[in-house]
Nanobody, 123 residues
Framework: QVQLVESGGRLVQAGGSLRLSCAASGRTLSTYTMGWFRQAPGKEREFVSAISWNGGSTYYADSVKGRFTISRDNAKNTYLQMNSLKPEDTAVYYC?????????????????WGRGTQVTVSS
């Protein structure tokens, strides 16, 4: 069983930066694909970023490309560095993991989910 816990979300001004962390317990995730998704009020959950099991490939939604960076330490932690934040980045951010080594950008492709961390960007 895998448990994921996100942290790092808070209120920040537009243009600021945050670093989200996802800590796994239960087992190491060195062979898992990891992803970040977000959900704003009244909207569907959307893909933000993903990283392959070995960290060799990363993927980003167009809306965050060039501003967000995903990374992992290949043990139990995955990170999302968010720079140049905009009010439209406001959402609950979720960490997700899947045993498949095929990276997907849809939420259905992930087996394990955290409970989320709130990011609020003020204008």
């Amino acid at each position: 069983q895998v448990q994921l816990v996100e942290s790092g979300g808070r209120l920040v001004q537009a243009g600021g930066s945050l670093r989200l962390s996802c800590a796994a317990s239960g087992r190491t995730l060195s062979t898992y694909t990891m992803g970040w998704f977000r959900q704003a009020p009244g909207k569907e959950r959307e893909f933000v970023s993903a990283i392959s099991w070995n960290g060799g490939s990363t993927y980003y939604a167009d809306s965050v490309k060039g501003r967000f960076t995903i990374s992992r330490d290949n043990a139990k932690n995955t990170y999302l560095q968010m720079n140049s934040l905009k009010p439209e980045d406001t959402a609950v951010y979720y960490c997700a993991a899947d045993r498949s080594r095929v990276v997907v950008t849809t939420s259905k492709g992930y087996e394990y989910w955290g409970r989320g961390t709130q990011v609020t960007v003020s204008s």
